[in-house]
């Protein structure tokens, strides 16, 4: 039996969610909700995630797993939020241990702050598989971007996180802490080789040149079209376009608060003395 496959997207951050269910037993994953916030004001709220509370309650799902492709960088999650409205384990891949390990680091987080996921329900492992009524989800580690990227496969469908963009976008960057291009085009080439009909559903659209939105192709069209890695491209070809490339961008504008949240499963920071909860910016001189 095929997944119903629901996406919503935050335009905010051109985030995508799925929620993915089994029509015959109504068990269903949410994967990559999002919460949203302003840097501006600090104020954070949860429109999108709303939307995805009405249509699990309207088709009367039951929320099983909270999936998280890996920590984003631009976006923050909404699996708590998901969580105490719908229930369901929140999980990531075991690699989120050296993501939290690093920004402990970066941030210099509290002492106390674990780095050994256990801020999580459940840390996926490669080849890991999650019962979801009927269907199966196939855990695949696809690190590159992050340390702790996974691919969520189901059937002839492929959650990829932000390993694969659509073919006009190509791939993610890879300078982040824990970024490796040649990682990332090992993993590309594992999702390659699930097989053509597979369809690929990116967790991010930026709708280049004002294209219309679009979230989902087949690993035959990335393979005929994507713009960084394709069926022609090399190993070598790919790593001097990605790091050429990563060499031009921006700090994403939500880096900062969406790292600081998102290893913590979602859960924003402890409460200071005063009662107020407070994001760290690192300044650099």
Known sequence: MDPTIKAFFHANSSTLTYVLSDPGSGEAAVIDPVMNFDASSGQVSWPNAEQIIEYVKSQRLEVKWILETHAHADHI????????????????????????????????????????????????????????????????????????SVTYVVGKNAFVGDTLFMPDSGTARCDFPGGDA???????????????????????????????????????EHKAANIHVNQNTGKNAFVEVRQTRDATLAVPKLLYPSVQVNIRAGHLPKPEANGSTYIKLPIKL
């Open 77 to 148: 999650s909404g699996a708590q939020y998901i969580k105490q409205h719908l229930g369901g384990e929140i999980a990531i891949g075991r690699g989120i241990c050296q993501v939290q390990k690093t920004f402990k680091n970066v941030f210099n987080l509290e002492a106390d702050f674990a780095v050994d996921g256990s801020q999580f329900d459940h840390l996926l492992d490669d080849g890991e598989t999650l019962a979801l009524g009927s269907l199966t989800i196939e855990v695949l580690n696809t690190p590159g971007h992050t340390n702790d």
């Open 182 to 220: 040649e990682l990332l085009y090992d993993s590309v080439q594992r999702i390659y080789a699930l097989g053509d009909d597979v369809t690929i559903w990116v967790c991010h659209d930026y709708q280049p040149n004002d294209r219309a939105l679009n979230y989902k192709a087949t690993v035959a």
